[in-house]
């Protein structure tokens, strides 16, 4: 097994918090009253700062809660639209970024930030890790503590992660709104965390932003009565109370809590896909640095709890990429999860065969120009099973079962367990010709945005 860890280059000095607590002391991860004094410290800091504004500047607050990779490049549509919004209304909308630190260190969190010219979050909590009780009663303490300083009109999380259920559990007791974006998704197996944590934040949520007619079809199936456009995908630029009367709602309907919307905006990854595909070539030399041909690599990435909490698994999925993947190089940037169990695995033992290149976790555009130049993705990733996707690569999804369901029905994506190579069913790539459009057209942060103000600017009150 090779071990390489790509160098970077010049890097701007990583924040405190990223070192460990807000104020730089102690592990990364690190918890306690001191790293809690911080938040309070930055909450009576932002009293101060907000007394200066002009009253009225803002028509109305979102709050965007994130916390784990995925959603720093989800957050990121959503808050250029934000700024589209606002240079072309006089209704501005204040908008404030929660950091939970669940991700923490600098090439699973800040490289994300500085490539795609985040903002600068307004909070950093600092959670970092622990165990599933631990780190999502961290998160509902400290983002409560915010919300009630903020009191903002909604709040936006994304995705499944203990961030996602951490804080809309806070807003939902504070009687604050969430909207989640990627609502309606399921696997049907419950002993996965993120499946506990996205059917929770859903029966909770105020507005469900799904990425397909699917997840919406799955709603309906729980008991949420009230889609727009019967499901289908809304329709582009501004969403306005005629879109609702068209749906089917009364025009006086009030949307809480206790009466959802469910809206097919669709998936905001293709939002950020659209604009980075044609730029990461430009900013990538990932090809080079690990001297890989397009076309000739396969890309492999294993991180859910289901395939890194034990020895076994880990070997089982070993066992298959070595088989799967055998007679060329398979990039594998490595979680740090997945590392400590590669490192402490049983008396040294080997999983991965030679042609399987272990790296340091990748930034966002390594990460695209790697996998749009592959033949082939072995992932249990949701994120990569759909980049491979709209990328028209081969995908192995290194799981039981997968939430995006579109994707193996379209041909380009199959489950390990039905692919046997040479010898068992195989990606059936003649189904796989038709257009990439199960999740929307790319303009799903601009509907997000125009039915928050739509639904919960300070008018409707």
Same mark, same amino acid.
């Given at each position: ?5 790509p ?34 410290? $930055? ?9 200066k504004?002009?009253? #009225?500047?803002y028509f ?24 589209? $919004? ?12 929660? $950091? ?31 165990? $599933? ?8 303490? %400290? ?46 197996? %419950? ?39 019967? #499901? ?62 397009p ?17 076994? %698994?880990?070997?089982?999925?070993a ?5 799967a ?77 997968t ?25 059936d ?33």
């Amino acid at each position: 097994m090779r071990v390489f860890c790509p160098i970077m280059g010049s890097v701007n000095p990583v924040r405190k918090f990223f070192s460990g607590r807000p104020g730089g002391k102690g592990k990364p991860g690190e918890s306690g009253p001191n790293q809690f004094k911080d938040v309070q410290r $930055h909450i009576n800091k932002s009293s101060q700062i907000k007394s200066k504004r002009p009253r #009225g500047l803002y028509f109305m607050k979102i709050v965007q809660v994130v916390g784990a990779r995925p959603q720093f490049i989800k957050c990121l549509p959503v808050s250029n639209a934000v700024r589209g $919004h606002n240079a072309g209304s006089k209704e501005l909308l204040e908008n404030v970024l929660i $950091h939970t630190g669940q991700h923490y260190d600098y090439a699973m969190s800040q490289v994300f930030f500085n490539e795609l010219g985040i903002e600068e979050p307004r909070y950093h909590l600092g959670v970092g890790s622990g165990s $599933h009780g631990a780190q999502t009663g961290q998160i509902l303490i %400290k983002v409560e503590e915010v919300l009630a300083h903020e009191r903002p009109d909604a709040v936006v999380v994304y995705g499944d992660t203990n961030s996602t259920i951490g804080a809309a559990l806070a807003a939902a007791k504070l009687h604050i709104p969430v909207a989640h974006v990627e609502a309606g998704l399921r696997s049907r197996n %419950k002993a996965m965390p993120e499946e506990v944590n996205r059917v929770l934040t859903d029966h909770i949520s105020t507005l469900l932003f799904c990425p397909s007619k699917a997840a919406v079809e799955n709603l309906r199936s729980e008991g949420f009565r009230d889609a727009m456009m019967e #499901g289908e995908l809304t329709g582009r630029g501004k969403l306005t109370a005629v879109n609702f009367r068209e749906a089917g709602a009364k025009k006086d309907h009030k949307t809480d809590m206790s009466h959802p919307l469910v809206c097919n905006v669709g998936d905001v990854m293709y939002d950020v896909l659209k604009f980075a595909a044609g730029i990461a070539g430009g900013k990538s030399d990932i090809l080079k640095t690990l001297g890989l041909t397009p076309g000739e690599y396969s890309v492999l990435t294993v991180h859910r709890a289901e395939n890194t909490d034990g020895e076994g %698994k880990l070997a089982e999925i070993a066992d298959f990429v070595n088989r799967a993947a055998a007679g060329s190089s398979v990039v594998f940037p490595v979680h740090p999860r997945t590392r400590k169990l590669l490192e402490g695995f049983s008396r040294g033992q080997r999983l991965f065969a030679d042609n399987v290149i272990l790296v340091s976790p990748l930034g966002y555009f390594d990460m695209l120009w790697l996998l749009k130049n592959s033949r082939l993705v072995l992932t249990d990733s949701g994120g990569l099973q759909k980049e491979a996707y709209w990328f028209k690569v081969p995908c192995i999804t290194l799981r039981e079962e997968t939430e995006w369901v579109e994707t193996v029905q379209s041909g380009w994506n199959v489950l390990y367990k039905d692919y046997a190579g040479g010898g068992g069913p195989a990606l059936d790539l003649s189904r796989a010709g038709a257009a990439i459009t199960s999740y929307g057209d790319g303009e799903a942060a601009g509907r997000i945005v125009s039915a928050l103000v739509e639904i919960f600017g300070k008018e409707n009150f």
